[in-house]
């Protein structure tokens, strides 16, 4: 096929453009409103014209490479048609004018347009072709080698505009008919009549295409057929004078250096925004060293915020030493003389109930302390981030509908602490064996008192009543004694449980303040969860970065090849 190298260059640097192009859209690189990119898929447009009869028809098949052109003896080409790549299909355009599409590998490189003859009764054919003429990359005036100088056909050529003329060749067909000796003299005449009728010598090619349509549709090739032919020259003079002419070339230079500005600009763009997602990453980081900063800050002030949970204690222990003194009154702790008595567990088991309570109350507290810290600095975050990367963050990720889950999570942590806490008071125990001792006592002189009052019931029954009043006494004096015994160290044990209670606040705020500082940091990660869509945006571009680098170097690379081609 002519131009075979053009093409191939051609199509290579297209295939560029499009990749370049695909890729400018995919980085939104803006578009150059004055420069815009170049069309090279446009076929080139070779008319053939000459008399009926001329072999137009033919000529065009034997360049075609196969049967596309109706021919014959009698005129066949009543219209004039452009034959064009395609899904086969006949589509009429206007009167006399129609567009035929043809699945034939040639036709994606050339437009074909065979007109009716110059000599041809048919009147409208003449003004239909003209605009065809005068655009066309290669005009073809096709003469016979019977009759070589036809008027009508140089009539057509004269009325060509000089810059039609600069494109066009004449073409003797059917030489095959003719001797060799006879060629020669045919081809003078026909460069007088040219510069006689032209003022210039056109290129002439003695042609005989039905041997080159065998040539190209037998299998293998017939070498001898294209050889008497002479289409070799014809077609190389498409190649050189046509496809590889300076205007063609100088198309693909344009787009060469279209396509090597559109890839500097775009270096240019991916290094922009190269240094837009370093300059990202640095903001991303600075918030991420705001929100450590506050995280330390708040860890720095837990021992103060643990100065409330303190409060909750010293006033939860006040209730349990109250209630330990109302177990511990005398009638109570009569009643448990023979009831049994359990002050000493349930005393423990409330203080415990309670130390969970002030947990859960102080972690509840300090947690929507913290949250709020949290929704308050966020709320400064976002318009940065929104001004800054172009997109809205979303909300605090642990204020809103997460605020519940984070508190809970929170509660949990410290309450998980309050067990080892209240084991290093080392109070568990303590009050069991101070009232056992007091019970002990205690039933010793309320059995001395009991004994004392059945012996003055018996002296008063059967022995002296003198005897059975000192014994009544003695009684009286026994649980009088033992009631102070019991009011003594009732006050004794509860100060002496607040004393110990009252000591191991400190302990038990050391207790929670390892968890407590645990909790803290796990909501201040949870609250570092803020960030993750802009760390999924920057992390996302930066992973479409390094690609689109690639693929602009290879581009780029690539199109250092063609450059050697062109």
């Known amino acids: 096929?002519?131009?075979?190298?053009?093409?191939?260059?051609?199509?290579?640097?297209?295939?560029?453009?499009?990749?370049?192009?695909?890729?400018?859209?995919?980085?939104?690189?803006?578009?150059?409103?004055?420069?815009?990119?170049?069309?090279?898929?446009?076929?080139?447009?070779?008319?053939?014209?000459?008399?009926?009869?001329?072999?137009?028809?033919?000529?065009?098949?034997?360049?075609?490479?196969?049967?596309i052109c109706p021919s014959s003896a009698l005129p066949l080409t009543a219209d004039v048609c452009l034959y064009r790549h395609g899904a086969e299909a006949d589509h009429p355009v206007k009167t006399q004018l129609v567009e035929a599409r043809r699945p034939l590998e040639y036709l994606r490189n050339f437009d074909l347009l065979d007109t009716p003859g110059t000599n041809s009764k048919l009147n409208g054919h003449l003004a239909i072709s003209e605009p065809f003429l005068e655009h066309a990359d290669l005009i073809l005036v096709v003469f016979t080698a019977e009759n070589p100088?036809?008027?009508?056909?140089?009539?057509?050529?004269?009325?060509?505009?000089?810059?039609?003329?600069?494109?066009?060749?004449?073409?003797?067909?059917?030489i095959d008919l003719k001797q060799p000796q006879d060629i020669p003299i045919i081809l003078g005449h026909m460069r007088d009549l040219s510069l006689k009728r032209l003022g210039r010598n056109l290129p002439i090619f003695p042609v005989a295409a039905r041997h080159a349509l065998l040539a190209k549709t037998a299998e293998p090739f017939d070498t001898d057929q294209w050889r008497s032919s002479r289409f070799s020259d014809f077609e190389h003079y498409i190649s050189e004078r046509i496809c590889e002419s300076m205007d063609r070339r100088q198309v693909l230079h344009d787009a060469w250096h279209h396509a090597a500005r559109t890839l500097r600009r775009m270096e240019n763009h991916l290094d922009t925004q190269r240094r837009g997602m370093e300059d990202d990453a640095w903001f991303l980081a600075n918030i991420e060293r705001e929100m450590e900063a506050l995280r330390d800050n708040s860890l720095a002030a837990a021992s103060e915020a643990l100065g409330a949970a303190l409060e909750r204690y010293r006033s939860e222990v006040d209730r349990v030493v109250r209630s330990l003194r109302s177990r511990l009154g005398w009638w109570?702790?009569?009643?448990?003389?023979?009831?049994?008595?359990?002050?000493?567990?349930?005393?423990?088991?409330?203080?415990?109930?309670?130390?969970?309570?002030?947990?859960?109350?102080?972690?509840?507290?300090?947690?929507?302390?913290?949250?709020?810290?949290?929704?308050?600095?966020?709320?400064?975050?976002?318009?940065?981030?929104?001004?800054?990367?172009?997109?809205?963050?979303?909300?605090?990720?642990?204020?809103?509908?997460?605020?519940?889950?984070i508190v809970a999570r929170f509660v949990a942590r410290l309450e998980k602490a309050v067990p080892q806490a209240l084991a290093s008071l080392r109070v568990r125990?303590?009050?069991?064996?101070?009232?056992?001792?007091?019970?002990?006592?205690?039933?010793?002189?309320?059995?001395?008192?009991?004994?004392?009052?059945?012996?003055?019931?018996?002296?008063?029954?059967?022995?002296?009543q003198h005897f059975a009043l000192i014994l009544l006494i003695a009684s009286v004096v026994v649980f009088t004694l033992a009631a102070v015994i019991a009011w003594v160290t009732a006050i004794r044990m509860a100060a002496g449980y607040r004393e110990r209670l009252s000591a191991g606040a400190a302990t038990f705020a050391e207790g929670l303040k390892t968890d407590h500082g645990e909790a803290i940091r796990f909501l201040f990660r949870d609250y570092s969860g803020s960030l993750l869509e802009v760390r999924r945006r920057l992390a996302s571009e930066r992973a479409l970065l390094q690609p689109r680098l690639e693929r602009s170097n290879s581009l780029y690379i690539a199109l250092k090849s063609v450059e050697l081609d062109l």
């Open 1 to 67: 096929m002519p131009g075979e190298r053009y093409f191939a260059v051609r199509d290579r640097l297209s295939e560029l453009l499009g990749w370049i192009g695909d890729l400018s859209r995919e980085v939104s690189l803006e578009e150059e409103p004055d420069r815009p990119a170049p069309v090279l898929a446009q076929p080139i447009l070779i008319a053939a014209i000459g008399e009926v009869n001329a072999g137009k028809s033919s000529l065009l098949n034997a360049l075609a490479g196969a049967e």
């Open 332 to 405: 109570r702790s009569l009643a448990r003389l023979f009831s049994g008595d359990g002050t000493a567990a349930e005393i423990e088991t409330a203080f415990s109930s309670r130390m969970q309570e002030v947990a859960t109350g102080f972690g509840v507290d300090d947690a929507g302390r913290l949250i709020d810290a949290c929704a308050r600095h966020w709320e400064t975050v976002r318009p940065q981030v929104k001004e800054r990367m172009g997109f809205e963050p979303g909300p605090c990720a642990i204020a809103g509908p997460a605020r519940e889950k």
């Open 429 to 464: 125990g303590v009050l069991d064996p101070l009232v056992r001792r007091r019970n002990s006592s205690l039933k010793g002189f309320t059995a001395i008192g009991l004994l004392l009052v059945i012996a003055a019931g018996a002296c008063g029954t059967f022995g002296p």
């Open 149 to 174: 100088w036809t008027a009508a056909t140089w009539d057509a050529v004269s009325r060509l505009s000089p810059e039609a003329l600069e494109r066009t060749a004449l073409v003797v067909q059917r």
